[in-house]
């Protein structure tokens, strides 16, 4: 997020937001939106789905799945049109406007209306409501992202801030609502292909320099990594033998069940560091007992690039800290790592990232910091943090207008498979289930998948609410349950992608979009039946068994 | 700028200024029972009376805007008379088997009836019927107060609006629209209510597991979304038994049903593995195995495979899910031991 939680909820006169449902993904944010309009904020709903904010917005754009980019430019188009651009900001703060501008000439909001199925006055009335407002922040999460020209749809949200001035100040900027607890985290951290801590790119000599004088190895011969989207088709294709995945389930999670499977079971050797038997490690070669963040010293990284502590409170016999497991694996394999403290790991990312350079675990636990966290970037130990980014000049000089065509989904529909299907989070659990599903109470409340369709498709289907249908894509079928209403326009539906017992990763493709290789979540083409004979749906594995070493091990608790 | 004097000390506070906003900043403490900060005052509990100079009536202080030049005294014989009697009133309802209510220890209304004398109860009160249908909370009315707290906190602050007084007069009952069951309400299950909740009537399920004075409490950032909500795990015995919710910059103060209520009993299930584990691959069945043994094999075949492949034979994925800190040891073990710039981690799945 270019701002923070407090002020793009607290200052805000106007928010725009395309492709969140924070009430239900983000809960505390969606009680600080929920406060926003109470107090008089006016909101924008940008959003396939019927999604409970929708109620409380002035304007509910019902776009179709996978059109952000046409939106957006319509708005852009609207904003050149009505004469609402900041025609100094542009000039002084930013470039490629006129590329952008002739591109956006052709978006009028008829023409939009006819590609989203939205109404041209709802268009230029939401135009109208963003630009002119003192302060509006941009919200967005995963609606915009999920997609095959999800990296365009992303620039197309800072495209339209840029226009209208509404960026580097308080109640504006351009927020992504981060999913996980520490995807921020993990992405400054370095745990990407491209690029070390805090974005220091792996193509640059001066910085793989830098590293390997920090580290003592030669890092010039390491050969352009490849995204993890992309490591299982290298899986597949021999290129890849051996894995280590720390934490992560991509059986549950990641699109296209079957090919996950396939690219785990091509491997020679495959090591999950993990909490549980999960999906994923039931393929596993060597599974070795991880632990949670309630076992551990560290700092999570916020959405709003907050760096937060994370402190231990229990203790798990038998476990390691995943730092020590780590390295003691460098060490076997012939790199001299000492087992450090997670303060002390810290001290160490701090001395290779310029925007961590001021963060400590010691400053985060002063009174100084006094519980507040530190927002990078941070560059020094007396630097405050910086809670809005872009203040006076962009972090790349001038802001660049990147000139987005709106494209459509790779995923259209068919006479096999007619319905869009998209993919969302619902407030009671979180990504594959693996914590949240271990609280019995949360699965008496939200236990079983369920697919939300149109009263009309429904109808047309002889399905009922409750009735058990299979939904099916070239790439599997499931069972799961519907639920009518009118939360999806007709020929589309929503399911989640938590539930075990009918997970839409099954179906999903792997398309990917060109630059984040992020695969194409949200707009699935599908067919809905109901179920009125058993069919073969996609299974995960059997459970494996366990010999152990003792009979049988006491219970912990 | 405003001159008030509180208790004899004088302090200058804004305009518009309540005399518990004058008092806080004299460093002079007034109980509250109803009051809840950066919500317009309720006023409902009367238990922050205080006596201005010049003024007949007592006020409520969390109400009252302070004026220039108020004497305000907030102990004398009358304020404490009346605060007794303010107690009297609110336990005419209430049921005093505190021994056996989760709330022991924490409740405000006990610690104000101990401060001010308040044993006996020359009231008798009607049973009123519980509401124990949320998963993880229970409404007890005839523990409630009627502070609205609760209701303020819902209306106001997570502003989901499930909850407000139901019936009228002595009848009155915190409840979901027409006097539904809590679980078939609107209710997200969030229990900001309940933390909100000075006395008994609102208390979590898990209360009952613990007593307050034996647990420890450890500060920590919520492990679900990316909200970064701070909270406090309260700990007993090498187990988390409950999570209040702290004032962070990103939560202040408030947390939702998956922080509150579903972010440890997986930590401390018996499904957790805690004995590194190798399979068979002839057999797909995996035994138990020491820490020296699976990590040298784990060392042993990645260097093979590196050595017959190449390091961009080998990946790691980091988990979104960890700290910044084990984050940063698996890219960096992945780029010295491995040889490969092949991670990654689920920010894009």
New interface residues.
């Given amino acids: 997020m270019t701002n923070?939680?407090?002020d793009i909820t607290h200052d805000s006169d106007v928010i725009l937001l395309c492709g969140s449902n924070p009430e239900e993904?983000?809960?505390?944010?969606g009680?600080?939106v929920?406060?926003a309009?109470?107090r008089g904020a006016k909101l924008i709903v940008v959003d396939p789905r019927e999604i409970d904010l929708a109620k409380k917005a002035a304007i509910h754009l019902k776009l179709k799945p996978g059109t952000n980019v046409a939106f957006a430019n319509g708005m852009m188009n609207v904003f050149i049109e009505e004469g609402l651009i900041d025609k100094e900001f542009i000039a002084d703060r930013t470039e490629g406007f006129e590329e952008l501008a002739a591109i956006v000439k052709d978006y009028t909001p008829e023409k939009v209306g006819e590609i989203c199925h939205i109404d041209p006055e709802d268009l230029r009335e939401a135009a109208r409501l963003y630009a002119k407002a003192d302060r509006a922040p941009i919200m967005y999460c995963l609606g915009v992202?999920e997609h095959h020209t999800g990296t365009e749809g992303v620039m197309s949200m800072s495209n339209m801030a840029m226009m209208v001035g509404k960026l580097g100040k308080a109640g504006c900027g351009v927020n992504p609502?981060?999913?996980?607890?520490?995807?921020?985290?993990?992405?400054?951290?370095?745990?990407?292909?491209?690029v070390?801590?805090g974005y220091q790119k792996?193509a640059d000599p001066a910085v793989v320099e830098k590293?390997e004088k920090a580290?003592g190895?030669d890092?010039k011969?390491?050969?352009?990594?490849?995204?993890?989207?992309e490591?299982f088709h290298d899986m597949i294709d021999g290129?890849?033998?051996?894995?280590?995945?720390?934490?992560?389930d991509?059986v549950v999670?990641?699109?296209d069940t079957n090919h996950v499977i396939k690219a785990l079971k091509s491997l020679?050797?495959l090591?999950v560091d993990?909490?549980?038997?999960t999906e994923t490690?039931k393929y596993?070669?060597?599974?070795?007992?991880?632990r949670?963040?309630?076992?551990?010293?560290?700092?999570?990284?916020?959405?709003?690039r907050?760096?937060?502590?994370?402190?231990?409170?229990?203790?798990?016999?038998?476990?390691?800290p995943?730092?020590e497991?780590?390295?003691?694996?460098?060490q076997?394999?012939?790199?001299d790592?000492p087992i450090l403290t997670?303060a002390e790991?810290?001290d160490?990312?701090a001395s290779v990232t310029p925007s961590f350079a001021g963060i400590s675990h010691e400053r985060l636990d002063s009174p100084e910091v006094g519980?507040?966290?530190l927002q990078w970037p941070c560059t020094a130990k007396d630097h405050p943090g910086t809670p809005i980014m872009h203040v006076g000049k962009f972090a790349r000089g001038l802001g660049y207008f990147y000139p987005a065509k709106y494209q459509p989904s790779t995923q259209q529909v068919s006479e096999e498979y007619p319905f869009i299907m998209i993919t969302g989070r619902v407030?009671?659990?979180?990504n594959a289930c693996?914590?949240?599903a271990?609280?019995?109470?949360?699965n008496?409340?939200s236990g079983n998948s369920f697919i939300e369709i149109n009263t009309e498709d429904a109808q047309a289907l002889g399905i009922v609410d409750g009735d058990k249908v299979y939904v099916s894509s070239p790439h599997g079928r499931i069972a799961s349950w519907a639920r009518v209403s009118g939360k999806t326009s007709k020929g589309e539906v929503w399911m989640p992608f938590h539930f075990l017992d009918g997970n839409s990763n099954w179906l999903v493709g792997d398309h990917l979009?060109d630059f984040?290789?992020?695969?194409e979540y949200k707009v699935t083409a599908v067919q809905v039946e109901k179920a009125t004979e058993e069919k073969e749906c996609c299974q995960y594995m059997e459970v494996?068994?366990?010999?152990?070493?003792k009979k049988k091990?006491a219970?912990?608790? | 700028m405003i001159k008030v004097t509180i208790d004899g000390i004088t302090v200058e506070v804004e305009q518009g200024s309540t005399i518990l906003e004058a008092a806080k900043v004299a460093g002079v403490e007034i109980p509250t029972l109803c009051y809840l900060k950066d919500v317009t005052p309720e006023a409902s509990c009367r238990m922050c009376m205080v006596e201005i100079e010049g003024m007949p009536k007592l006020v409520t202080a969390c109400s009252f805007p302070a004026a220039d030049g108020n004497v305000v005294h907030t102990r004398t014989e009358r304020v404490v008379k009346a605060r007794r009697g303010v107690l009297e009133l609110l336990m005419s309802n209430h049921k005093t088997d505190c021994f056996s209510c989760p709330q022991n220890g924490m409740c405000k209304l006990q610690d104000l009836c101990f401060e001010y004398g308040v044993k006996d109860v020359p009231f008798e009160g009607v049973e009123k019927a519980i509401d124990d249908s949320n998963k993880f909370f229970t409404y007890d009315p005839n523990l409630c107060i009627l502070c609205h707290r609760c209701v303020n906190t819902c209306q106001k602050r997570t502003c989901r609006g499930s909850i407000d007084t139901t019936q009228r007069g002595f009848k009155s009952v915190i409840s979901p629209a027409f006097g539904m069951d809590w679980a078939d309400s609107n209710c997200e299950s969030c229990g900001n209510c309940v933390q909100a909740c000075p006395t008994g009537a609102l208390t979590m399920k898990k209360q009952k597991t613990y007593r307050h004075w034996d647990v420890e409490k450890v500060l920590t950032t919520c492990p679900h979304c990316a909200t970064g909500c701070q909270y406090y795990v309260y700990v007993k015995d090498n187990r988390v038994v409950d999570v209040e919710a702290a004032d962070g910059p990103s939560n202040r103060g408030l947390l939702c049903v998956k922080g509150r209520s579903a972010s440890f009993d997986f930590a401390q299930c018996d499904e957790r593995i805690t004995t590194p584990l190798i399979k068979d691959r002839e057999t797909g069945e995996f035994r138990e195995a020491g820490w020296d043994e699976a990590l040298d094999l784990v060392a042993s075949k990645f260097t093979e495979l590196k050595k017959t492949y190449g390091g961009q034979a080998l990946a790691g994925f980091a988990c979104s899910r960890s700290t910044n800190e084990d984050i940063y040891m698996l890219q960096k073990m992945t780029r010295v031991a491995f040889e490969s710039n092949n991670t990654d981690n689920c920010a894009r799945v």
């Fill in positions: 923070t939680i407090e993904a983000h809960p505390v944010i009680m600080q929920r406060q309009v109470a992202t609502i981060r999913g996980q607890n520490n995807v921020q985290g993990a992405c400054d951290m370095g745990a990407q292909p491209n070390y801590t792996v590293f580290w190895v890092l011969h390491l050969q352009p990594g490849r995204m993890a989207t490591c290129k890849i033998k051996g894995l280590f995945i720390f934490g992560e991509p999670t990641d699109p020679d050797f090591v993990e909490l549980f038997m490690a596993a070669d060597v599974i070795l007992p991880g949670s963040y309630l076992e551990k010293e560290g700092t999570f990284s916020n959405t709003e907050r760096v937060q502590r994370v402190r231990k409170a229990i203790e798990i016999p038998g476990t390691k995943d730092t497991i780590f390295s003691l694996i460098m076997r394999m012939g790199y790592q997670p790991i810290m160490e990312i519980g507040k966290g407030l009671y659990h979180y693996a914590m949240t271990r609280t019995p109470e949360i008496e409340l979009d984040s290789k992020t695969p494996p068994n366990i010999v152990r070493k091990m219970k912990m608790f």
